[in-house]
Every structure is written in C-alpha cells, then in structure tokens.
C-alpha cells in the first residue's frame, strides 16, 4: 500500500488516499471513461474538455491573494511534515511546485535534511512517460518540460515507483 495525498488550497488539510498501486490503473481508467462519456453527449473532444476544466481550476487558484497563499503553505507544510505516514517514509515521491502550487521546496529540503529519499518527476519527451529521479539537493532541479522544474541528472539516480512508500501529489 502506499500513501497518497493530495496538496491543495481548498482546505489546508492534506486530502488522505490510500491506494493500492492497481487501484492507481483503475482510477485513472474510470477518470477516462466518465470524461469520455461527458464528451461523447455533449458533443464535445476530450482535449476541450479538459483544457477548459484546468483553465478554470489555475484561474481560481491564481486569484488567491499572496498572504492567504503564503499562510496556507504554511499550515500544509506543518501538517504533512507531522503525518505518522510522513515520520515514518523513508521514500518521498514530491512535485517541484511552478506558479501559485503549493509550495514544496521547503518540505523538499527538510525531507532531504533529515534522511528521506526525495523522488521528483521528469518529463520523458522520447517516451512520453514520466521518470522518477530521487535528488539530493533543490539545486538539482532545473527548469524542463513548460519550465516546470524538474532533476537534471543522469539515469544512475532513476528509481523505480514500486521504490516509493509516500506520494505528495
């Protein structure tokens, strides 16, 4: 089983998955199959669809005042940093955040200062696939794919998703 939780500013709390990793598949499938039904009745192209969900979602998120931002980053951090399921991951599986995200990097550094593999995703063009590279320091990552930041380093750091014992998404 692995943790899961999701990072957002809606509420200050941490959302609490968990998940086995087959359910991950599942999930997103049945994701699919209801857009693509909404589509298919609708009339309307997935892309479109989606496209305009997220433009919604990044304009509200967008429009949250910098102190509200700031304070909120500030409970989520505490919080995820006070989780039994945090205390106990050895291996952390983040997100560098880009834009008005919840801010990672702090937690990132502590992870890293007290002895938590820290994992970060990159963008495989060629493959289009998404690789797992642990770093060892917030200077490791550059920007990459849409200037989202993401590790810049050899495939000798690559890890592997079944290597991941808590997912900060």
Do not use: W
């Not at 305009?52 to 909120?72: F, G, M, N, Q």
């Not at 801010?103 to 200062?113: A, H, L, P, Q, V």
């Not at 990552?141 to 930041?149: E, R, T």
């Amino acid at each position: 089983t692995v943790g899961c939780y999701s990072l957002d500013f809606c509420s200050d709390s941490p959302r609490r998955n968990h998940f086995q990793k087959a359910t991950f598949a599942l999930h997103d499938a049945l994701r699919r199959m209801a857009l693509c039904n909404l589509c298919a009745r609708d009339g309307l192209r997935e892309e479109i669809v989606k496209q305009s969900i997220r433009e919604a979602v990044l304009r509200k998120r967008d429009h949250i005042p910098r102190e509200v931002r700031s304070v909120k980053n500030l409970l989520i951090k505490e919080r995820i940093l006070s989780l039994p399921e945090f205390i106990s991951s050895h291996t952390v599986l983040f997100y560098a955040s880009f834009r008005s995200e919840v801010e990672t990097s702090g937690m990132i550094k502590e992870s890293i200062g007290s002895g938590k593999k820290v994992l970060l995703p990159k963008v495989d063009r060629e493959n289009k696939r998404l690789r797992l590279y642990e770093i060892k320091d917030i200077s490791e990552l550059s920007p990459g794919f849409m200037g989202i930041p993401e590790p810049s380093l050899t495939d000798e750091r690559m890890m592997s998703p079944e290597d991941v014992d808590l997912v900060l998404i």
